[in-house]
């Protein structure tokens, strides 16, 4: 039997804290596994491309997932798709899910963790959070840094004034009129946006600023200069992707411009930031396991609490 899980379904078993546990230990682990994810991307005859990510894969979990979306800028949502997680064991089905929100927990999710750790020690007083792009990772990173850190303010930039005010609204921020005005006044700035040039340079950030880029996740999407990212400790989740369909890839970067991985800092192979006043910018493209990590989550609380519809594809 298979289960289905929809996005209502999933929402009813995901919490933030587990995810973000779930992912601080497969950034950790992730390397050794013996067989390397793919992302495997391709545009189409309409307005939109396909991705599938395959397999997610991670030590000590008999199972792997195969995703497949559906990116259409136009649309909303703008990303739809499938999970398939299956058994390591004999390959059976077990769930089929809804991949818009496990992508957005996830990326969201990890975001907050690679910012958390990059942004310099947390205060009392809380830092200034700046949002350029109020989409549903937005949202989710939001929701994951507010568990690891104070935030004083939120200051919340988009090009839809009605979905920048309903942001806003939800989490007590304030609108500002454009991305540099966000960066102006932000300690922390999150961007994730279908931006194809950048929205940021060097000059409209300042020393000790830490920014997340998390738009740049396929080939001609950019949000950052490349002055910008050449000036910052850069970090990403993977060399490769990062320069050939990430954020390095549109400026021309090589992939030796990034200077750590997640999974580096994560293991103390690299420091980190190591100084109050640099700039730290962490621009990740998304990795196939951190879908397992999540539909493996989210697959046993379902077992657990008989939630979601069971079917039998072969039947």
Not at 34 to 58: E, K, M, S
Not at 287 to 302: G, K, V
Request: hydrophobic share 45%; charged share 20%; aromatic share 4%.
């Amino acid at each position: 039997m298979t289960r289905l899980l929809t996005r209502s379904d999933l929402q009813s078993v995901l919490e933030p804290a587990p995810c973000i546990a779930a992912l601080r230990d497969g950034f950790r682990t992730s390397d050794a596994s013996p067989v390397a994810g793919q992302r495997v991307r391709t545009d189409l005859p309409f307005p939109g491309t396909a991705t599938a990510l395959i397999p997610g894969l991670l030590p000590g979990i008999e199972a792997y997932t195969v995703k497949v979306n559906a990116k259409f800028p136009g649309a909303r949502p703008a990303l739809r798709g499938v999970i398939c997680l299956h058994s390591g064991h004999d390959g059976e089905l077990l769930a089929l899910i809804d991949s818009a929100t496990v992508t957005a927990w996830r990326t969201g999710l990890a975001a907050a963790l690679g910012t958390h750790l990059l942004a310099g020690p947390d205060t009392k007083e809380g830092a200034v959070l700046g949002v350029i792009g109020a989409g549903a990772q937005a949202e989710l990173m939001v929701r994951g840094l507010t568990a690891l850190r104070r935030q004083s303010e939120i200051v919340v930039h988009d090009v839809d004034p009605e979905r920048a005010n309903a942001f806003a609204s939800r989490h007590g921020g304030r609108l500002l009129t454009s991305a540099t005005e966000v960066a102006s006044a932000a300690d922390i700035v999150l961007l994730a946006t279908w931006s194809r040039s950048p929205l940021l340079h060097l000059a409209d950030t300042r020393p000790g600023q830490h920014i997340t880029s998390l738009g740049s996740d396929e080939p001609g999407k950019q949000e950052l200069a490349a002055d910008l990212l050449e000036s910052a400790l850069l970090v990403v989740d993977d060399r490769h992707l990062a320069a050939t369909t990430g954020a390095l890839a549109a400026t021309g970067l090589a992939a030796s411009a990034a200077e750590a991985t997640l999974g580096e800092v994560l293991r103390g192979d690299h420091p980190g930031r190591t100084s109050a006043t640099a700039r730290s910018v962490y621009a990740p493209v998304g990795l196939p396991w951190q879908d397992l990590a999540l539909a493996w989550i989210a697959y046993q609380q379902a077992e657990q609490q008989d939630i979601g519809q069971k079917i039998d594809l072969l039947s």
